[in-house]
């Protein structure tokens, strides 16, 4: 019987972080997903939210529509970065909650490569 052999990581120490490999997702417990996640205009354009043509709207007209369909939670003008909508357990919304594999991995926003 193979020994499974789990590593803890610490969101505040990177010493304890270790190096991306392809195996590491299968099992993963997706903790980094219940993490708030701050996303850029680019990024909703590549998660599919919105369209290239909306991306020359006014970031805040954009904010105000999509805390409206339930997919950003907050919006900073200052640095007009977007903060995506969380599940009640603190999960993205973009997290399969069986599977804890993210939905839109192709799509993810560039915070979550």
């Not at 997702?25 to 680019?42: F, G, H, K, T, W």
């Not at 995506?84 to 991995?105: E, K, M, P, V, W």
Request: charged share 35%; with cysteine; net charge positive.
């Amino acid at each position: 019987m193979k020994k499974l052999v789990r590593h803890h990581c610490h969101v505040d120490s990177p010493s304890t972080w270790i190096k991306y490999r392809k195996s590491l997702c299968n099992d993963c417990r997706a903790v980094c997903c219940s993490l708030p996640v701050e996303v850029r205009i680019e990024d909703l354009v590549r998660m599919e939210l919105i369209d290239p043509f909306e991306a020359d709207e006014p970031a805040k007209q954009l904010a105000k529509r999509l805390k409206k369909a339930g997919l950003i939670d907050h919006f900073n003008f200052k640095h007009e970065i977007f903060t995506l909508a969380r599940r009640a357990n603190d999960d993205c919304i973009f997290l399969d909650a069986t599977s804890r594999r993210c939905t839109i991995y192709s799509r993810r926003p560039a915070t979550c490569r």
